[in-house]
């Protein structure tokens, strides 16, 4: 089955930069989501097919996906984007019905 | 704006079924380009996937679960609903019902609208 590996932590300072990454064999190919996830909440679609925005998702959060990782860059980091960030796949091949696939999660710290 | 719900006990025996249903709000479940979902949360842990299915009754499961999962649809009611067999203690979790957007040709598929989730416990 199709495995995708997200770092479990990363930690950024207010207004700088953060990228979660989110490694699987040739993601590239494949159209790579995230959601975020905040503690007693359900989860939030922040970027589909690897670089769209959902309305009303911040222009601070963007995506990108080549070879085998996949990134989420959210800029100008603010207190409130401290989450849990899961990256998401559907895997289809022709040897199985597709599938719905999740990363295990990153969990995001604001210093 | 589509809103989700689910429904169901919090408590279930272990060995018994767990019985959940989610009501859709604001759209139709008959709508084509969406696969209605079930994923859950362990205490704690991360999200799994456990099935969906299509408006026509079409359903697709996880591997790992397949075997105890049922999904059905009653497009009459605008819901959908998931039975999951034989429980026990590692089948206590936060359960959520989700909307599938999928395009198909494109295998892509995300989960755009998503129930506030319901805890259900497996214990005697």
């Known amino acids: 089955s199709y495995v995708l590996t997200q770092p479990p932590s990363v930690s950024v300072a207010p207004g700088k930069t953060a990228r979660i990454t989110c490694g699987g064999n040739?993601?590239?190919?494949?159209?790579v989501h995230w959601y975020q996830q905040k503690p007693g909440q359900a989860p939030v679609l922040v970027v589909y097919?690897?670089?769209d925005r959902p309305s009303g998702i911040p222009e601070r959060f963007s995506g990108s996906n080549s070879g085998n990782t996949a990134t989420l860059t959210i800029s100008r980091v603010e207190a409130g984007d401290e989450a849990d960030y899961y990256c998401?796949?559907?895997?289809?091949?022709?040897?199985?019905?597709?599938?719905?696939?999740f990363g295990g999660g990153t969990k995001l710290t604001v210093l | 704006q589509v809103q989700l719900q689910e429904s169901g006990p919090g408590l279930v025996k272990p060995s018994q079924t767990l019985s959940l249903t989610c009501t859709v709000s604001g759209g139709s479940i008959s709508s084509g380009g969406y696969y209605w979902s079930w994923i859950r949360q362990h205490p704690g842990k991360g999200l799994e996937w456990i099935g969906y299915i299509y408006y026509s009754g079409s359903t697709y499961y996880n591997p790992s679960l397949k075997s105890r999962v049922t999904i059905s649809v009653d497009t009459s009611k605008n819901q959908f609903s998931l039975k999951l067999s034989s429980v026990t203690a590692a089948d206590t979790a936060v359960y959520y019902c989700?909307?599938?957007?999928?395009?198909?040709?494109?295998?892509?598929?995300?989960?755009?609208?998503w129930g506030q989730g319901t805890l259900v416990t497996v214990s005697s």
């Open positions: 040739n993601i590239g190919s494949k159209s």
């Open positions: 989700a909307r599938g957007h999928v395009v198909v040709v494109a295998a892509i598929l995300y989960f755009d609208y």
């Open positions: 097919d690897d670089s």
């Open positions: 998401q796949v559907w895997d289809s091949s022709s040897d199985h019905p597709a599938y719905v696939v």
